[in-house]
């Protein structure tokens, strides 16, 4: 099975491609990890990116084709692939077709994670984590037992993303209004979209995502 996980960033893309990959045994192809994973591998394709990141140039559609076609093969036939990320704009999703193509696989379904922005935003600039062990925080929704003090490692020390702020949120939310969402139409007309409520609590994303997977 093949499946595309939508949503602005802060949806809960990760989260629940973490899930299926628990719940399922797929994989979560995620361009970001695997764009520094083939740099730190000096692979082919990886060499060709680090070159393009140290012009200060934005990695390009064909370099992001290239690990996805590698990381497909490297998989084999059996395993499901799940696409984080990927694709963010008509053209990726144009190349991802004739990828999957390529190795025999079609995309099964597509699944929105639909979000409120203002919710949104509140629930992305509140959070934050224990600059020690990563244990992740928030403002108003899960704060340490003891103020100031790290549940799981006791460490006295958080930081914050800087990028976790309402302007950077919405920015974001505009550019994947204009420029991934355009994309979903292309595959309604294929019946594979799923729109699932990404401000519902984890677990019950998760029970709905795995119910459209039967």
């Known amino acids: ?59 390009s559609d064909e370099i992001v084709s290239e690990l996805i076609d590698a990381e497909l093969t490297a998989m084999g036939p059996e395993t ?39 919710a949104l935003v509140a629930r992305i600039t509140g959070r934050y984590a224990c ?16 103020e100031g003090t790290c549940d799981r490692c006791g460490s006295h020390e958080f930081k914050r993303r800087p990028d976790d702020n309402e302007q950077t949120v919405r920015h974001r939310m505009a550019v994947y209004r204009a420029e991934t969402a355009p994309i ?3 595959y309604e007309t294929r019946g594979i979209v799923s729109r699932v409520d990404g401000m519902a609590p984890i677990e019950t994303v998760t029970s709905e995502i795995d119910a459209l997977l039967v």
């Open 1 to 59: 099975m093949n499946i595309i996980l939508l949503g602005p960033p802060g949806a809960g893309k990760g989260t629940q491609a973490q899930r299926l990959v628990e719940h399922h045994g797929m994989r979560q192809l995620s361009t970001g990890d695997m764009l520094r994973a083939a740099v730190k591998a000096q692979s082919p394709v990886g060499l060709k990116a680090r070159a393009v990141m140290e012009r200060g140039e934005l990695v």
């Open 131 to 146: 600059a020690s062990c990563g244990e992740g925080y928030h403002d108003r929704f899960k704060q340490p037992e003891r």
């Open 184 to 186: 979903l139409p292309g």
């Open 80 to 118: 499901g692939a799940i696409f984080d990320g990927y694709p963010r704009t008509s053209a990726q999703a144009l190349a991802l077709d004739e990828i999957l193509a390529r190795h025999g696989r079609q995309l099964d379904h597509v699944i929105e994670l639909e979000v409120d922005e203002d």
